[in-house]
């Protein structure tokens, strides 16, 4: 009897052990359960900081790059139009940045750097103002390139922090300011 008795004190203890460690698997699951909602979201939020700084820093340099092109020449002497500069700014940033009408391209030349006068992009609800100014200047001009896109902020609990527009969105801009070269025949200097 003995050593039925020390049997079924062993069984019962082996399953005392297993019901025990079914248990504590049990509670890492529920403790998964509280914390991956914040784990995620916090995952996402920087994913999407991530996104929109290498949005914004395509967006600039795409600036930099029309900029460069007005103040050599190359879009004056090839005629290019408002929307064939927008068209050069969207292949810039492809495929980050989709080319959609949340796009918006603005030229403007000045006389001097203290002539600069600018509008903001944004009314005081939030919302883009469109922006048709399309003047490149000529040679020894002063040139403002403005380049807007509005970005959706995707996460939710994050548009507090990331909008600075209406609709959930995030203004992303690229500003280059500079005096075109002597680009045409017959001018040594500015």
């Given amino acids: 009897m003995t050593g039925l008795g020390s049997t079924k004190n062993a069984l019962s203890r082996r399953l005392s052990r297993r019901w025990r460690k079914d248990s504590r698997s049990g509670s890492a ?19 999407e900081v991530g996104i929109i700084f290498f949005a914004q820093s395509t ?4 600036t930099n790059n029309i900029g460069r ?11 290019l139009t408002q929307s064939q500069v927008r068209t050069q700014v ?22 001097n750097f203290g002539s600069i006068v600018f509008s903001p992009p944004l009314d005081a ?3 883009m103002i469109p922006m048709n100014n399309f003047q490149t200047g000529t040679a020894c001009s002063v040139v403002l390139v403005r380049v807007f896109y509005a970005w ?11 909008t600075n527009m209406a609709n959930n969105k995030h203004l992303l801009y690229g500003a280059s300011a500079f005096r075109n070269e002597p ?8």
């Fill in 29 to 47: 699951i529920i403790e998964f359960a509280i914390i991956a909602p914040v784990f995620f979201m916090l995952l996402f939020a920087i994913m």
């Fill in 152 to 162: 959706p902020v995707w996460t939710p609990g994050l548009t507090a922090f990331l």
């Fill in 183 to 190: 680009f045409t025949t017959g001018l040594s200097g500015c």
């Fill in 59 to 62: 967006l600039q340099h795409a």
């Fill in 90 to 111: 969207c292949n810039d940033m492809a495929p980050l940045v989709p080319c959609d009408g949340s796009l918006y391209v603005d030229v403007e030349a000045f006389s």
């Fill in 69 to 79: 092109m007005i103040r050599t020449g190359q879009v004056q002497g090839q005629n």
């Fill in 125 to 127: 609800s939030g919302n």
